[in-house]
């Protein structure tokens, strides 16, 4: 089972159409299903059409077998009384016959035991999830609400999975992500750079207007020593030169990271500007394992640079540890 907890900046792309996910796409496939209908022109027609928009776990000749349903009631037992969902509340296990999706949709109490309406959508190497709230009345007690999938039979071994909630009418994307066959990360990943900052030599040669030092305060399996880091409206606080991309390539970021106070990140992109390609937001007070919701894409002959930042306006410190850049295939 693996368990990833992230939050990311929406920042601007060296190439727009590179991204995994165009939102334009994504609201197409949101309301291509709403208009699924059926229209009884011939009485074969009508017998075709009957169960149009009902939610089916037999595959067709090109479909693989699937499953989506909210979990009845309340979530209670895992504690998770937010106000908004992170990545920390999606889990998946993707073996060799069926990928294993749950994820948790923060809201209010409410009569009903199923508040979602559920469906799937397939599309290339996309899954879309799709949650609509249909309850009508809410208490004032928070309830978080599981949605469970399942789909047998899937072909490739890396998927890109992007759950959409309704509200209203209004879309949102609580989570989007890469997941990845117990047997095949390894085979559509390569790690091109990554520091433990386990001494004064892992910062060498790391550039930056900010304080940077190396600290005793570690996450779990993290070594002896962290990265703090922490600045002003000058940036970048800590950057890093990875080098020069031969060819066009695309990557993510995972690393370790805790807020000390105000806020921070780490970043990927083309210079040294935090906002030049993507980042994750380091918004937990405990030591939390973060991964890029977004995949930068990086074209050939472009120079690609690692940056962490914490304060502006406002003072801000966090700590980095175990930083892997990760290019994806």
């Known amino acids: 089972m693996t368990t990833v907890r992230c939050t990311t900046m929406k920042l601007s792309y060296g190439n727009p159409d590179a991204s995994p996910l165009a939102i334009t796409k994504l609201r197409k496939g949101v309301r291509k299903m709403k208009r699924c209908q059926c229209a009884p022109l011939i009485a074969v027609a009508a017998l075709l059409f009957a169960a149009c928009g009902e939610k089916s776990s037999v595959p067709s000749a090109s479909q693989p077998a699937a499953s989506v349903s909210q979990v009845p009631g309340c979530l209670s037992s895992a504690g998770l ?24 949709l923060p809201d209010k109490c409410t009569a009903d035991s199923i508040r979602f309406a559920t469906s799937y959508k397939f599309e290339g190497d996309t899954i879309f999830v799709t949650s609509i709230d249909t309850a009508t009345l809410n208490a004032r007690c928070p309830c978080n609400y599981l949605i469970h999938a399942e789909f047998e039979g899937l072909p490739l071994d890396r998927y890109y999975v992007v759950c959409t909630r309704i509200d209203d009418g209004v879309e949102t994307v609580p989570y989007s992500r890469y997941v990845f066959r117990d047997d095949a990360r390894g085979t559509n990943e390569e ?10 030599a892992d ?4 550039i930056g207007y900010g304080s940077m030092q190396l600290s005793n305060d570690v996450p779990p399996g993290g070594g002896n020593r962290s990265l703090f880091v922490s600045g002003g409206c000058t940036v970048p606080h800590a950057a890093f030169r990875i080098g020069e991309v ?35 937001n380091v918004m937990d007070s405990t030591w ?3 991964e890029s919701e977004e995949i930068f894409y990086c074209p050939a ?3 690609l640079w690692l940056n962490v930042n914490a304060g502006g306006f406002v003072a801000g ?11 994806v295939k």
């Not at 969902?85 to 990928?99: G, M």
């Not at 910062?203 to 790391?206: L, V």
């Open 288 to 290: 939390t394992h973060y």
């Open 301 to 303: 002959d472009s120079t």
């Open 317 to 327: 410190a966090i700590l980095v540890d175990d930083i892997q850049v990760v290019k």
């Open 81 to 104: 009384y937010k106000s908004t969902a992170s990545l920390a509340d999606f889990t998946y296990e993707f073996t060799v016959s069926k990928l294993s999706l749950n994820f948790v």
């Open 246 to 280: 031969s060819q066009d390539s695309r990557f993510m970021l995972r690393f370790w990271g805790k807020r000390l106070f105000g806020s921070g990140g780490v970043g990927l992109g083309f210079s040294q500007s935090p906002t030049s390609g993507i980042g994750v």
């Open 203 to 206: 910062t060498a040669k790391w």
């Open 191 to 200: 790690i091109v750079y990554s520091n433990g900052f386990e001494s004064g």
